[in-house]
């Protein structure tokens, strides 16, 4: 299975594809975690990126396209691939379309997470990680149990995202607005698009997802 989930940033596309890899085995590939490692390894693309990253721009297509192509060919993708973040223009989509051609495979959902702009703002501005296992919390919204330490890992250090800033996301919002969002009349076209209410608890946004894949499933078997 091959899916896209698209949503402005915050709708929470990261924390549903980490539980799409958990339940259905789909290798995650989000542009975003692949550019904050090369900027994290130091390397020139990496430097490229950071600046239009915290400008809340969007980095050129033809560097995110190669390296999703890189990606796409790995030995890991056999049960399926969700995209997280990619793609973010018409032209990443159609890029897409064209590596999947070539690997004889298209897409079998584009699923988007329909979220309010204005909670958009709170829920970036409050949200941090753990640094050892990429656990994801919230300063009002998701604490851990025991402050200051991961449920997950018991890891004690947290890290926040240098774009994860009112000022950055409102840029962010503004590129998704221009520069994303008109794609999704070319997977709605296709019958490919799906909405789901982004604004519910995630356990509820988990369930609508799942209910959208099984159907998918289900009408590629019939
Ligand atoms: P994300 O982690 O998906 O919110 O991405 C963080 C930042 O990385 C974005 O604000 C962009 O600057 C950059 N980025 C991630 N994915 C893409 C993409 N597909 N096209 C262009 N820039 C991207």
């Given at each position: 299975?091959?899916?896209?989930?698209?949503?402005?940033?915050?709708?929470?596309?990261g924390t549903?594809?980490k539980?799409?890899?958990?339940?259905?085995?789909?290798?995650?590939?989000?542009?975003?975690?692949?550019?904050?490692?090369?900027?994290?390894?130091?390397?020139?693309?990496?430097?490229?990126?950071?600046?239009?990253?915290?400008?809340?721009?969007?980095?050129?297509?033809?560097?995110?396209?190669?390296?999703?192509?890189?990606?796409?060919?790995?030995?890991?993708?056999?049960?399926?691939?969700?995209?997280?973040?990619?793609?973010?223009?018409?032209?990443?989509?159609?890029?897409?379309?064209?590596?999947?051609?070539?690997?004889?495979?298209?897409?079998?959902?584009?699923?988007?997470?329909?979220?309010?702009?204005?909670?958009?703002?709170?829920?970036?501005?409050?949200r941090y990680s753990c640094k050892k296992c990429g656990a994801g919390y919230h300063?009002?919204?998701e604490?851990p149990k025991?402050?200051?330490i991961c449920d997950i890992c018991g890891g004690?250090?947290f890290i926040?995202?240098?774009?994860?800033?009112?000022?950055?996301?409102?840029?962010?919002?503004?590129?998704?607005?221009?520069?994303?969002?008109?794609?999704?009349?070319?997977?709605?076209?296709?019958?490919?698009?799906?909405?789901?209410?982004?604004?519910?608890?995630?356990?509820?946004?988990?369930?609508?997802?799942?209910?959208?894949?099984?159907?998918?499933?289900?009408?590629?078997?019939?």
């Amino acid at each position: 299975m091959i899916l896209i989930l698209l949503g402005p940033p915050g709708a929470g596309k990261g924390t549903q594809a980490k539980k799409l890899v958990a339940k259905r085995g789909l290798s995650q590939l989000s542009t975003g975690e692949m550019l904050r490692a090369e900027v994290l390894a130091g390397t020139e693309l990496g430097a490229h990126a950071k600046r239009l990253m915290d400008a809340g721009r969007l980095v050129p297509d033809d560097v995110i396209t190669d390296m999703i192509a890189k990606r796409i060919e790995g030995p890991d993708q056999r049960n399926g691939i969700v995209l997280d973040g990619f793609p973010r223009t018409e032209a990443q989509a159609k890029a897409l379309d064209e590596m999947l051609a070539r690997h004889h495979t298209k897409l079998d959902a584009v699923i988007e997470l329909v979220v309010d702009d204005n909670a958009l703002i709170d829920r970036i501005s409050g949200r941090y990680s753990c640094k050892k296992c990429g656990a994801g919390y919230h300063d009002h919204f998701e604490k851990p149990k025991q402050a200051g330490i991961c449920d997950i890992c018991g890891g004690a250090e947290f890290i926040r995202r240098a774009d994860d800033n009112a000022e950055t996301v409102k840029s962010r919002l503004q590129s998704y607005h221009a520069q994303t969002a008109p794609i999704l009349p070319y997977y709605r076209h296709r019958g490919l698009l799906r909405q789901v209410d982004g604004m519910a608890l995630p356990i509820e946004v988990e369930h609508q997802i799942d209910g959208i894949l099984d159907a998918v499933s289900r009408s590629s078997v019939a």
